[in-house]
């Protein structure tokens, strides 16, 4: 609804803001990523994204997969967890521990959170490369 929307616009232009300041820019495309991504990485580009680990979006991330160049090159994390899923000692895209409450107020408690990585600063990223070229972008 409302709230919704203008929490994402909000969220939107402070994402914008934020890319500023380490000197990138934020581009927003409307589209199914399947349709836009293949496109914008091109014949030899390089895709990186986190992984996620619903099944709706792991088939997205399949069919983006499906339709790249064989040439890109990709590389992808699994985020959005407090403890790195290769510290755990178990796969959860292969099974759950069970009972979860009691392995998680056991086992990992003995797992500690890996440190967070170093913030990014003006310059630290590189230039987009001088061929990038997107069609129809609207600038936030």
């Known amino acids: 609804g409302l709230y919704r929307a203008r929490f ?3 969220s939107l232009v402070e994402l914008h803001k934020s890319f500023s300041a380490v000197g990138s820019k934020l581009h927003v495309l409307v589209g199914k990523p399947e349709d836009l991504i293949p496109s914008l990485v091109g014949d030899h580009g390089v895709l990186a994204f986190q992984r996620e680990d619903t099944y709706e979006e792991q088939r997205v991330e ?6 790249l160049h064989p040439n890109t090159v990709v590389a992808y994390h ?3 967890t407090l403890l790195n899923r290769d510290d755990l000692g178990w796969d959860p895209t292969v099974s759950l521990p069970m009972p979860f409450g009691k392995y998680w107020h056991g086992e ?9 990585l170093p913030k ?3 310059g630290d990223l590189p230039n987009p490369p001088s061929c990038f070229q997107i069609d129809s972008v609207v600038p936030i």
Do not use: I, K, M
């Not at 990992?108 to 967070?116: A, G, I, K, L, S």
């Open 8 to 10: 994402l616009a909000e």
């Open 108 to 116: 990992c408690q003995t797992v500690q959170p890996r440190f967070e």
């Open 120 to 122: 990014v600063r003006r």
């Open 78 to 80: 699994y985020g959005h």
């Open 62 to 67: 399949d069919s983006v997969l499906s339709r």
